[in-house]
Structures are given as structure tokens and as C-alpha cells.
């Protein structure tokens, strides 16, 4: 796991932090709602300017149909016949109503209109009375309609221009907005894609993580094998230990009776000349008891003060030589029992070889002849 997080750790240090995803969403929304919102306000721009068209183009036709009707083929010459073929000046009239009812939302067409209506009205007045229409009326006719139709004109191709500027403006609009939404789709795909490759980068690192603990793992189970193994074997040896120890015991305690039994006083000294074991003859001599003697030099606690001297020498050199001693002969009295006779003994030693539990020492045996001395003086006499 560290080596895994160290190699992740690395990756971020290098790649500099990605935008949020989040962000690109958002923008992308943003844009795409700008340009849905525009192209529904330019739609419904389109069709109130159809509907304008269609309006100013009523008001056109209308007001060319009115002036025909008001004044027929106008023939030249100073005078206008009255009745002339083709005129109508009450469809004339009705018809400038009309285009008046049409104009309420321009105050000057519908000035020139009602003076257009007043004009229709004197040319409808004299064609009534049968009177001649006078050419100046005609002409005044023709010349507001021209400069109503005119400023109709003026006021299509102004409207007109608006709105190709503002379809030129919107299509700018949608188009730099869409340009911007792609940029961003552009921007999130290459973030979808690097964060593709981080994941499969990272992917790969389980993987090989994976491998190395499944390795670990198997390791572990062979480790585990192993130490059961390990852990039989120990409990068999400590089983095989605990058995031995028992018969070592047992044998101690057997050796232990064996000597407590034995005719002769026995004692274990190391190198040093400490006792690390004496038998029940030993302690009787000493006068002590037998555990008391574990620790305690040879000459603090000895079978017989006269004959302390030569057993010195005697378990001192064998304790230097290593060499085994046997049936020395010591006279003195016991020290339990100073004031009683004479005793005599035969001191064997004999070195002990150092294990890895011991120094090793030096084991004493120290039998007690003087009855049989006095048997042996007796025969002589």
C-alpha cells in the first residue's frame, strides 16, 4: 500500500489539478440555454416582421388600389374630364379609411392620411356636382400619396435592414456560442480522457498491488506453514524435554537416595572448592544439614578439622591436574563430635568434566575405615 500511494502521490504532483467536471457542465448548460433562448427570440423577432411585412405591404397595395380608384387614367392636358372611366371615389374613400385604421401606431402616415381623406372627399364633392376636378387637386392627390408611399418605403427598409443586421447578429451569436459549448465538449472529452488514462494507470498499479500481496499472501501461508511446523516440532521436543526432565528427575532422585544410602560420605566441590552437593553421611560428619552446605567453601564446612590440611592439598591438586586421586589416608577427629576417638578415613577425588550447564569440579568420597583399622591392630597384636 505505501508503494502504491507514493506512486499516486507522485502523478499528482506532476499533472496539475483538472478543472472540476461539474464546471464544464454548468458552462456547457449556460451556452446551450443562451443560444435555445436566442434562437426562440429570433424566431418569434422573424415572424413579427413577417407580420410587418405583410402589414406595410396591405398598406401599399391598399393605398396604390385607393389612388387608382380615386382617380382613374388620368388623362394629360390642363384639365380632368369628370367621370372618367375606371374611378370610384367612394371605394377610394373606404379604401384610405382603411389604411388610416391600419397607420394608428405612426401619428405622421396618419396625418398625411387624413389630409390624403380630405383631398378624396373634395375630388368625390366635384365629381358628385358634376364640376370640373381641377389639376392642381389631382396633382396635390398624387403628391401626398407619393409621400405617404414613400415614407412606407423608407420605414420597410429600415425595418428591413434591422432585421438582417439583427439575423446577422444572431447568427454571429448562436454561432460563437456553439463555438464555445464545442470548445468546452472538446475540453471535457480531453478531461474525461486524461482522467481515463489516470484510471487506468491507477488500475494497473491494483493490479500489480494485488499481485505483490497475493505473493505476500502465499508467502505468509508458507511462513504459516512453517511455524506450525515449527510450533509441532517444539511442542514434540518440549513434550520429549518434559519426558526427560522427568527421568532425569527421577534419576536424580534415585542418585540422591542411592548416595543418602551409600556407606561412604560423598560431596560435589567445583572449582572453586563450594559444595554443590553432599550426601546424608557428609552432613553427618559436618554436623550441618545437607542443603545448608549449596554455596558454602570446603573449609567452612569440613568432615574434620584435623584432617582439613591434606584434603586441601589433596582436592586442590586434583582440581589443578585433573587427575583422579584415590584412597588417601586421613585421621582426625569428626567435627560433630570433637571430644570422641580417633577416626580414620580413605579420601578419593576425582575431577569433574565442565559441560555446558557446569564448570565442571571435583566429586569426593570419604569412607570411614576405623573399625577396620582397629580390626586390622587388633590381628597385629
Not at 426562440?40 to 396591405?58: G, K, Q
Not at 369628370?82 to 405612426?106: H, K, M, Q
Not at 540422591?256 to 551409600?262: F, I, K, R, V
Given at each position: 500500500m505505501s508503494n502504491l500511494s507514493g506512486r499516486v502521490t507522485t502523478n499528482a504532483a506532476v499533472n496539475p489539478p483538472a478543472p472540476p467536471a461539474r464546471l464544464f457542465f454548468w458552462l456547457s448548460l449556460i451556452a446551450l440555454a443562451v443560444s435555445i433562448v436566442t434562437?426562440?427570440?429570433?424566431?418569434?423577432?422573424?415572424?413579427?416582421?413577417?407580420?410587418?411585412?405583410?402589414?406595410?405591404?396591405?398598406v401599399y397595395q391598399t393605398t396604390r388600389s385607393a389612388l387608382l380608384d380615386l382617380t382613374g387614367p388620368?388623362?394629360?392636358?390642363?384639365?380632368?374630364?369628370?367621370?372618367?372611366?375606371?374611378?370610384?371615389?367612394?371605394?377610394?374613400?373606404?379604401?384610405?379609411?382603411?389604411?388610416?385604421?391600419?397607420?394608428?401606431?405612426?401619428?405622421?402616415?396618419?396625418?398625411?392620411?387624413?389630409?390624403?381623406?380630405?383631398?378624396?372627399?373634395?375630388?368625390?364633392?366635384?365629381?358628385?356636382?358634376?364640376?370640373?376636378?381641377?389639376?392642381?387637386?389631382?396633382?396635390?392627390?398624387?403628391?401626398?400619396?407619393?409621400?405617404?408611399l414613400a415614407e412606407e418605403q423608407r420605414l420597410y427598409d429600415v425595418r428591413v435592414h434591422r432585421f438582417h443586421m439583427t439575423q446577422n447578429a444572431t447568427a454571429a451569436a448562436v454561432a460563437i456560442e456553439l463555438a464555445f459549448v464545442g470548445l468546452i465538449l472538446v475540453a471535457y472529452a480531453r478531461r474525461i480522457a486524461?482522467?481515463?488514462?489516470?484510471?487506468?494507470?491507477?488500475?494497473?498499479?491494483?493490479?500489480?498491488?494485488?499481485?505483490?500481496?497475493?505473493?505476500?499472501?502465499?508467502?505468509?501461508?508458507?511462513?504459516?506453514?512453517?511455524?506450525?511446523?515449527?510450533?509441532?516440532?517444539?511442542?514434540?521436543?518440549?513434550?520429549?524435554?518434559?519426558?526427560?526432565?522427568?527421568?532425569?528427575?527421577?534419576?536424580?532422585?534415585?542418585?540422591?537416595?542411592?548416595?543418602?544410602?551409600?556407606?561412604?560420605?560423598?560431596?560435589?566441590?567445583?572449582?572453586?572448592?563450594?559444595?554443590?552437593?553432599?550426601?546424608?553421611?557428609?552432613?553427618?560428619?559436618?554436623?550441618?544439614?545437607?542443603?545448608?552446605?549449596?554455596?558454602?567453601?570446603?573449609?567452612?564446612?569440613?568432615?574434620?578439622?584435623?584432617?582439613l590440611a591434606p584434603a586441601l592439598e589433596v582436592l586442590r591438586r586434583v582440581a589443578k591436574t585433573a587427575s583422579t586421586t584415590l584412597n588417601v589416608q586421613l585421621s582426625g577427629h569428626k567435627r560433630s563430635d570433637a571430644r570422641a576417638d580417633m577416626r580414620h578415613w580413605l579420601l578419593s577425588a576425582s575431577p569433574v568434566t565442565p559441560t555446558a550447564e557446569s564448570s565442571g569440579g571435583v566429586a569426593i568420597a570419604l569412607l570411614d575405615v576405623t573399625d577396620a583399622s582397629s580390626v586390622a591392630q587388633t590381628v597385629r597384636r
Open positions: 434562437v426562440i427570440a429570433m424566431t418569434a423577432y422573424s415572424r413579427a416582421m413577417e407580420r410587418w411585412v405583410e402589414h406595410s405591404t396591405l388620368i388623362p394629360t392636358g390642363n384639365r380632368i374630364v369628370i367621370n372618367v372611366a375606371g374611378s370610384d371615389p367612394e371605394r377610394a374613400i373606404a379604401r384610405f379609411d382603411s389604411v388610416g385604421d391600419l397607420t394608428r401606431d405612426n401619428p405622421g402616415q396618419q396625418t398625411r392620411m387624413r389630409a390624403i381623406r380630405e383631398l378624396a372627399g373634395e375630388w368625390a364633392t366635384a365629381i358628385r356636382r358634376g364640376a370640373t376636378v381641377a389639376p392642381g387637386l389631382a396633382g396635390a392627390v398624387d403628391l401626398q400619396v407619393r409621400q405617404f486524461r482522467q481515463m488514462a489516470e484510471a487506468a494507470a491507477f488500475q494497473r498499479q491494483l493490479e500489480e498491488q494485488a499481485a505483490e500481496l497475493q505473493e505476500q499472501t502465499l508467502q505468509l501461508e508458507v511462513s504459516n506453514h512453517e511455524l506450525r511446523e515449527a510450533a509441532a516440532a517444539t511442542a514434540r521436543e518440549h513434550e520429549s524435554a518434559t519426558v526427560h526432565e522427568r527421568h532425569r528427575e527421577r534419576a536424580t532422585a534415585l542418585l540422591n537416595a542411592s548416595l543418602d544410602s551409600a556407606p561412604l560420605a560423598f560431596a560435589l566441590v567445583d572449582a572453586d572448592l563450594r559444595y554443590l552437593q553432599v550426601n546424608a553421611r557428609w552432613a553427618e560428619l559436618t554436623g550441618v544439614d545437607a542443603p545448608a552446605h549449596v554455596g558454602r567453601r570446603f573449609e567452612e564446612l569440613v568432615f574434620s578439622s584435623d584432617a
